[in-house]
């Protein structure tokens, strides 16, 4: 399962120099809230931050290395020049507190998906598996603190209630960007949500948790959409049928390619396993219903290596965009918040053609903040360019 990449065009100066973060999430809002209902309560004429104003402060807060805590948000609305690039007007610690309770989070889910269709990813070159749509799922916590009591997680070591928020992706595996995204309390089921937000005719790939639940197999059959799952250690695997192994998959460190049915009393439908020897010795087996001539074996094991990006994703919106704090400690807020973060990574990949890794992260607030030159800035922007090109390849 090779890609092929498609050249990658420099950035230019010019490009940074029109790219206004800030100005353009709020155009983008803004055209896509003409057609999706309102909460009353922002009509208000007493009200003085509105929508776009607090999320558009939201956003600020994220990418700027200075700000840490809401009151500081509150503070920096003071300035100036936040009021006429961000927000308008000075905005008080309690109207961003009670504002968050008035967002709806569809409005930015669109979004979303918006900025996810304008970023081109690599396409296989097969022309049968360019259609299809490949997503990681998975899901990652993040701690809370003790005030949200709302995301109340479990007991620890000491016996003292942990918090915490888990974030739900479906995590394009072309694009390398999120597909869906649900932010609930960290007790909430993984798979449960997964069932919530099945795309009909996708593929999807995920670790040993989501093939624990023998049940989905049938369901995903229903929705025509594959799967690539990784099974637990002690998975009973009655075998029907063993599939012939050609040298490529051989080479590749497979050991078997069978149907079979999985369970000891109740058992599933025919299912496809594949087996294979890590390169720590360890075992590991794949469950799949692709059959043979849609993917050999070799294949459906680089496409769950594939996964990885979905934890590499995780690992960037925490160190990265400012996901170890919290901003607002309301569900409405945290998830707005997260929301946010992905919205963010969205568009500075749309504009710079990949998605910053710490570098050049850094690189950019320094710029922002006068201490590096454009000339730096864009030196750093095509080194990530041509690492990621040479990655690809």
């Not at 507190?97 to 269709?117: C, F, G, I, N, Y």
Request: proline share 4%; net charge positive; with cysteine.
């Amino acid at each position: 399962m090779t890609v092929q990449v498609s050249p990658v065009n420099p950035v230019h100066e010019r490009d940074l120099q029109r790219w206004k973060l800030i100005a353009d999430f709020r155009s983008r809002l803004e055209k896509l809230a003409q057609d999706h209902p309102q909460d009353p309560r922002w009509q208000d004429r007493r009200r003085l931050l509105h929508q776009f104003d607090y999320l558009s402060l939201f956003l600020f807060a994220l990418v700027n290395p200075v700000l840490k805590t809401l009151r500081g948000l509150s503070a920096a609305s003071e300035l100036t020049r936040v009021q006429q690039e961000v927000c308008g007007s000075y905005a008080s610690l309690g109207s961003l507190s009670e504002t968050q309770h008035l967002l709806d989070p569809v409005l930015l889910e669109k979004l979303m998906a918006s900025l996810r269709a304008q970023i081109p990813g690599p396409c296989p070159k097969d022309p049968r598996q360019a259609w299809q749509v490949w997503l990681a799922r998975d899901s990652s916590i993040f701690q809370a603190t003790e005030r949200m009591f709302w995301a109340q997680y479990g007991a620890g070591k000491s016996g003292c209630a942990n918090h915490a928020v888990r974030l739900h992706v479906s995590f394009h595996l072309w694009e390398e960007e999120p597909a869906r995204v649900a932010v609930t309390a960290g007790k909430v089921c993984e798979r449960r949500m997964w069932r919530e937000q099945l795309e009909p005719g996708a593929t999807y790939v995920g670790d040993r948790y989501f093939a624990e639940d023998y049940k989905m197999f049938a369901l995903l059959q229903s929705k025509g959409c594959h799967y690539v799952l990784r099974l637990r250690d002690e998975a009973v695997v009655n075998v029907l049928e063993e599939n012939a192994l050609s040298a490529a998959d051989q080479k590749a460190g497979l050991l078997s390619d069978v149907w079979a049915q999985l369970g000891s009393r109740q058992r599933t439908g025919r299912v496809r396993v594949v087996t294979v020897r890590k390169p720590s010795g360890t075992i590991m087996r794949l469950v799949t219903n692709f059959t043979p001539q849609e993917m050999s074996a070799s294949d459906i094991l680089t496409l769950y290596r594939r996964r990885w990006q979905i934890e590499c994703y995780f690992r960037w919106i925490k160190c990265l965009l400012g996901c170890r704090h919290w901003l607002a400690q309301s569900p409405a807020g945290v998830t707005a918040q997260l929301y946010l973060a992905v919205i963010a990574g969205l568009l500075l990949h749309l504009v710079l053609g990949t998605r910053p890794n710490k570098r050049l992260w850094e690189r950019m607030q320094f710029y922002l903040m006068g201490w590096a030159t454009i000339e730096e800035l864009m030196s750093a922007v095509q080194k990530a360019l041509d690492k990621q090109s040479a990655k690809k390849t």
